[in-house]
């Protein structure tokens, strides 16, 4: 029995790994490179029609459940990227219940967040990059959101 998918699990998953060694060196061009993996589609199609052409009506032909797993990958991995607007260039402290917190001086070349979360801390919020001072949300609240685009952020609480 013959089954089709096989060659495309094993191109998406070079492809999958070429992206993950990618958001290690580069994010920006990891960013461009998973826009195509909707390509998979693709080459699944094309495999199925090159299959079929070449069976005889007496050969089974089965998927290989491999590349429904694969999807399925690719598709939680763009739910993710869609929901945390690439959470390879964030710093996430959430819900730690410590006094002080000391963010000196993080610089970035890209496009970075920063979100924190912090318990009962109240701290000065001063936040400014390339001379700008950019807002905070939540007035009193516990909880700084910060888009910044090639600056540096300080954040010092004192208790």
């Known amino acids: 029995m013959k089954k089709t998918g096989t060659l ?19 994010n920006d061009m ?13 080459l699944l199609g094309m495999e199925v029609l090159v299959n079929f052409r070449e069976i005889n009506s007496a050969k089974k032909v089965g998927f290989n459940v491999g590349i429904i797993f694969m999807i399925l990958l690719f598709f939680i991995t763009s739910l993710i990227y869609q929901k945390y607007n690439n959470p390879f260039d964030s710093i996430i402290i959430d819900n730690n219940p410590f006094k002080n917190i000391n963010i000196n001086t993080w610089d970035k070349n890209t496009d970075a967040n920063l979100i924190c979360n912090i318990g009962q801390c109240s701290f000065n919020e001063e936040i400014i990059n390339r001379g700008n001072l950019i ?11 910060v888009n910044l685009n090639m600056g540096s952020i300080k954040v010092n609480s004192q208790e």
Not at 8 to 26: D, K, Q, R, V
């Open 8 to 26: 495309t699990l094993a191109l998406s998953l070079i492809y999958y790994g070429i992206w993950l060694a990618f958001t290690n060196i580069n």
């Open 30 to 42: 990891a960013k461009k490179l998973f826009i195509f993996w909707p390509a998979v589609f693709i």
């Open 135 to 145: 807002k905070t949300i939540g007035n009193g609240s516990n909880k700084i959101k």
